[in-house]
Nanobody, 126 residues
Framework: QVQLVESGGGSVRAGGSLKLSCRVS????????MAWFRQAPGKEREVIVA????????RYADSVKDRFTFSKDSTKNTMYLQMSSLKSEDTAAYHC???????????????????WGHGTQVTVSS
């Protein structure tokens, strides 16, 4: 059974940085499409980073482009989200997601991913 567990959330002042981790167990991440998405209270889920199965194509939402960076450590079966220049509007629960189906493109729709983590809270104060 595939499980995704996020960590690294917390409270930070605007302009600060945080690095989120998503540990995947049950299967290797290799060949998976991957994503990070977030949900703020009263708002829709928003995919902020999407990565295709090869890891070669990474897409960022406009809201986080040039501030957030995706990475992966295959030896640890873990994906990361480095967040910099945080803003109050980045406050949300952050989730990682993965899709093991073959040759999947990384889409900006959260419902295209098979597995979701339970999330980690990020709170940015101004």
């Amino acid at each position: 059974q595939v499980q995704l567990v996020e960590s690294g959330g917390g409270s930070v002042r605007a302009g600060g940085s945080l690095k989120l981790s998503c540990r995947v167990s049950g299967r290797t991440l290799n060949g998976y499409a991957m994503a990070w998405f977030r949900q703020a209270p009263g708002k829709e889920r928003e995919v902020i980073v999407a990565v295709d199965w090869s890891g070669a194509k990474i897409r960022y939402a406009d809201s986080v482009k040039d501030r957030f960076t995706f990475s992966k450590d295959s030896t640890k079966n873990t994906m990361y989200l480095q967040m910099s220049s945080l803003k109050s509007e980045d406050t949300a629960a952050y989730h990682c997601a993965a899709d093991s189906r073959a040759f999947r493109d990384g889409t900006m729709s959260v419902y295209d991913y098979e597995y979701w983590g339970h999330g980690t809270q990020v709170t940015v104060s101004s």
